[in-house]
């Protein structure tokens, strides 16, 4: 597997900011596909759930590779968001990602990594915004035009994640600036995969001390 591109990614909501490093995963097996993501989402305060409910399902069936990594953040550097949306366009459909009773969105970059600690994490980044509880796209879209999802998982498959409906991107001098549109940052819980990432080997017990 080939190094990583390292970046960070800065994402703001308001008071809310998480910083996601993409470090340098090192060898590891080879990441076992098709793999199925459900989970619940907690609806924000004031929100009430609409046609689709608090339910997601993703699907993926293939992975983003590094070099597509690395090409869309140059992308984006050159020629903004309407230059990454146009690139993104042009990927292979990785898999889709349904919420409640919407019909599914093709997702076109997706990757998935196992983490020092044994967690699995998936990173899902949208070319559009993702409507959550009617058919409409998200208050100030326009000028938010992606979507960003991410989920944990640990060996017993069962995890968390995080959910940006409608976002811009922009490269600054400390890396990817992820920003949302005034919508919520979405609470994702009851995650369950059915891919989860080997359980993590026991160290062997210490051998006795040698009789004198």
């Given at each position: 597997?080939l190094?990583?591109?390292?970046?960070?990614?800065?994402?703001?909501?308001?008071?809310?900011?998480?910083?996601?490093?993409?470090?340098?995963?090192?060898?590891q097996?080879?990441?076992?596909?098709?793999?199925?993501?459900?989970?619940?989402?907690?609806?924000?305060a004031?929100?009430?759930?609409?046609?689709?409910?608090?339910y997601?399902?993703?699907?993926?069936?293939?992975?983003s590779?590094?070099?597509?990594?690395?090409?869309?953040v140059?992308v984006?550097?050159?020629?903004?968001?309407?230059?990454?949306?146009?690139?993104m366009?042009?990927?292979?459909?990785?898999?889709?990602?349904?919420?409640?009773?919407?019909?599914?969105?093709?997702?076109?970059?997706?990757?998935v990594?196992?983490?020092?600690?044994g967690?699995?994490?998936?990173?899902?980044?949208?070319?559009?915004?993702?409507?959550l509880?009617?058919?409409t796209d998200?208050?100030?879209?326009?000028a938010?035009?992606?979507a960003?999802?991410e989920?944990?998982?640990?060996?017993s498959g069962?995890?968390?994640?995080t959910?940006i409906?409608?976002?811009?991107?922009?490269?600054?001098?400390?890396?990817?600036?992820?920003?949302?549109?005034g919508t919520?940052v979405?609470?994702?819980?009851?995650v369950?995969?059915?891919?989860?990432?080997?359980?993590?080997?026991k160290?062997?017990?210490?051998?006795?001390?040698?009789k004198?």
């Amino acid at each position: 597997m080939l190094e990583q591109p390292r970046f960070a990614i800065r994402v703001l909501a308001g008071a809310f900011l998480i910083v996601l490093c993409a470090a340098n995963a090192g060898a590891q097996a080879a990441m076992p596909l098709p793999q199925i993501w459900t989970g619940r989402m907690e609806v924000p305060a004031g929100v009430e759930p609409g046609l689709t409910g608090d339910y997601f399902e993703l699907r993926i069936f293939q992975i983003s590779t590094d070099e597509e990594a690395a090409g869309l953040v140059t992308v984006l550097e050159k020629g903004g968001q309407a230059a990454l949306r146009n690139a993104m366009y042009q990927l292979k459909v990785k898999g889709w990602i349904r919420i409640g009773k919407l019909a599914a969105t093709d997702a076109v970059f997706i990757r998935v990594l196992d983490l020092p600690d044994g967690q699995r994490r998936v990173r899902f980044y949208s070319d559009h915004p993702l409507r959550l509880y009617d058919k409409t796209d998200p208050a100030g879209s326009t000028a938010h035009p992606f979507a960003f999802l991410e989920l944990v998982a640990d060996a017993s498959g069962k995890g968390s994640g995080t959910l940006i409906a409608s976002a811009s991107l922009a490269v600054g001098d400390d890396g990817l600036r992820m920003e949302s549109a005034g919508t919520p940052v979405i609470r994702l819980y009851d995650v369950v995969t059915d891919q989860p990432p080997p359980a993590k080997a026991k160290p062997a017990p210490a051998a006795p001390p040698a009789k004198p």
